[in-house]
């Protein structure tokens, strides 16, 4: 049984900042790829940023220079360093990680960026 579990979600005002960590526990052997995602009310899921298992990242445009995406092997936890938040970004945030052939999601975390 693998779980993940998101936190570090929240109220900010426009401009701020936030972290997000997404820590997997379980029968975990190797993790391949972490991403996060995000879903925003009536709108379809998108793909925030995600970081390969060498450590190569990519993001969606819409992020690239305010959001950085890192991992700790040691603690099988990913992180989305969020700056520069805008209303926009407002979304449920969702973390996805694939460990072999099987991929597993968290419950996610709720952003809210607003005044």
């Known amino acids: 049984q693998v779980q993940l579990v998101e936190s570090g979600g929240g109220l900010v005002q426009p401009g701020g900042s936030l972290r997000l960590s997404c820590a997997a526990s379980g029968n975990i052997f190797s993790i391949n790829s972490m991403t996060w995602y995000r879903q925003a009310p009536g709108k379809q899921r998108e793909l925030v940023a995600t970081?390969?298992?060498?450590?190569?990242?990519n993001y969606a445009d819409s992020v690239k220079g305010r959001f950085t995406i890192s991992r700790d092997n040691a603690k099988n936890t990913v992180y989305l360093e969020m700056n520069s938040l805008r209303p926009e970004d407002t979304a449920v945030y969702l973390c996805?990680?694939?460990?072999?052939?099987?991929?597993?999601w968290g419950q996610g975390t709720q952003v809210t960026v607003s005044t």
């Open positions: 996805r990680i694939v460990a072999g052939m099987w991929a597993y």
């Open positions: 970081i390969t298992s060498g450590g190569s990242t």
